[in-house]
C-alpha cells in the first residue's frame, strides 16, 4: 500500500529540498502568525513553486476569514488545504467551493470517543489529519510534537482516508505504522533541532526510519 508523508512547517529553501529529495508526497505551509513555522503567502509561493511536480502543497489554516484565505491562495497556489482550526462542516464546504481545491480536516484525538467527530465531514472533508490535542496552555492547534494513543484508529471506518500526525519521530514512526496501518504520515517537530528549525539529518534519518519499517512489514 502506497503511504503518503507530508514534511510540514517548512520555512526555507534547505528544508523544502531535504523534504522533496527524501520522499516527501506533500509539504506543508502554516499560516498561523502565532507559529514559529509561520510564512508569509508570498514566502510560501516561493517555496511552493520548487515543489511543483515533485511533491504535492498543502496551505495550512487556522479559522481564516476568507480575505486571509483568498491571499494565501492567490499567492501560493496550494494543492490542498489544511483546515487545523475548529472549521464546521458547514465552513469546510463553504471553503472547498470557494477556491475548488481538495480539503484536509484536522481533528484532535485524545480518547476514542473523539473518533465521532469525523462523521459530520464525511463527504465533505477530502481526507482527515489525526492530531494529537495540544497540551493545555499551548498557543498552537498544531505542531506540538504530541503523539495520542495510535490503537484509538482502529475503530476507525475502513473507508475514512487520513493522516497520522502529532509527535511522530523517527524513533516512533515504526511502532505508530504498526498499529495503525495509516494511509498517510505527518510530521514537524520530530525532524526540528529547535521550534521552526528543520534539520536536514533528522529528515533523512526520518524517511530512513520509514523504508526500514516498510521493509521489516513487507517481509
Ligand atoms: O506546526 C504548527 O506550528 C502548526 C500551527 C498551527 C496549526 C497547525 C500546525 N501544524 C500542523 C501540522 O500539520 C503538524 O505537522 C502536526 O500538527 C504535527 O506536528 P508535530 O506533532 O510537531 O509533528
Redesign the pocket.
Same mark, same amino acid.
Given at each position: 500500500m502506497a503511504l503518503d508523508i507530508k514534511i510540514?512547517?517548512l520555512k526555507t529553501e534547505a528544508a523544502l529540498a531535504s523534504a522533496i529529495d527524501g520522499g516527501a508526497s506533500h509539504v506543508?505551509f502554516?499560516f498561523?502568525p502565532k507559529?514559529?513555522?509561520y510564512v508569509t503567502p508570498q514566502e510560501a509561493g516561493v517555496l511552493r513553486a520548487r515543489a511543483s511536480g515533485k511533491a504535492k502543497a498543502v496551505a495550512?489554516i487556522?479559522d481564516a476569514d476568507d480575505a486571509f484565505l483568498d491571499a494565501i491562495v492567490a499567492a501560493m497556489e496550494p494543492d490542498m488545504l489544511?483546515l487545523?482550526g475548529a472549521e464546521s462542516p458547514e465552513r469546510v464546504a463553504v471553503v472547498k467551493a470557494r477556491y475548488g481545491l481538495p480539503v484536509m480536516k484536522?481533528l484532535a484525538v485524545q480518547e476514542a470517543a473523539d473518533l465521532a467527530r469525523v462523521a459530520p465531514y464525511r463527504g465533505i472533508a477530502d481526507r482527515f489529519?489525526f492530531?494529537?490535542r495540544p497540551p493545555a496552555g499551548s498557543e498552537?492547534? !498544531? =505542531?506540538?510534537?504530541?503523539r495520542f494513543d495510535w490503537t484509538i484508529l482502529a475503530g476507525l471506518d475502513a473507508g475514512v482516508d487520513y493522516m497520522l %500526525? !502529532? =509527535?511522530?519521530d523517527a524513533a516512533n514512526i515504526g511502532d505508530a505504522l504498526r498499529l495503525a496501518n495509516p494511509p498517510g504520515i505527518?510530521?514537524? %517537530? !520530530?525532524v526540528e533541532s529547535a521550534p521552526g528549525v528543520k534539520d536536514a539529518a533528522l529528515i533523512e534519518a526520518f524517511f530512513k526510519a520509514v523504508a526500514a519499517a516498510r521493509n521489516d512489514r513487507a517481509a
Amino acid at each position: 500500500m502506497a503511504l503518503d508523508i507530508k514534511i510540514c512547517g517548512l520555512k526555507t529553501e534547505a528544508a523544502l529540498a531535504s523534504a522533496i529529495d527524501g520522499g516527501a508526497s506533500h509539504v506543508g505551509f502554516i499560516f498561523f502568525p502565532k507559529s514559529p513555522r509561520y510564512v508569509t503567502p508570498q514566502e510560501a509561493g516561493v517555496l511552493r513553486a520548487r515543489a511543483s511536480g515533485k511533491a504535492k502543497a498543502v496551505a495550512v489554516i487556522v479559522d481564516a476569514d476568507d480575505a486571509f484565505l483568498d491571499a494565501i491562495v492567490a499567492a501560493m497556489e496550494p494543492d490542498m488545504l489544511q483546515l487545523h482550526g475548529a472549521e464546521s462542516p458547514e465552513r469546510v464546504a463553504v471553503v472547498k467551493a470557494r477556491y475548488g481545491l481538495p480539503v484536509m480536516k484536522a481533528l484532535a484525538v485524545q480518547e476514542a470517543a473523539d473518533l465521532a467527530r469525523v462523521a459530520p465531514y464525511r463527504g465533505i472533508a477530502d481526507r482527515f489529519l489525526f492530531d494529537a490535542r495540544p497540551p493545555a496552555g499551548s498557543e498552537l492547534p !498544531g =505542531g506540538n510534537g504530541v503523539r495520542f494513543d495510535w490503537t484509538i484508529l482502529a475503530g476507525l471506518d475502513a473507508g475514512v482516508d487520513y493522516m497520522l %500526525s !502529532g =509527535g511522530l519521530d523517527a524513533a516512533n514512526i515504526g511502532d505508530a505504522l504498526r498499529l495503525a496501518n495509516p494511509p498517510g504520515i505527518d510530521i514537524s %517537530s !520530530g525532524v526540528e533541532s529547535a521550534p521552526g528549525v528543520k534539520d536536514a539529518a533528522l529528515i533523512e534519518a526520518f524517511f530512513k526510519a520509514v523504508a526500514a519499517a516498510r521493509n521489516d512489514r513487507a517481509a
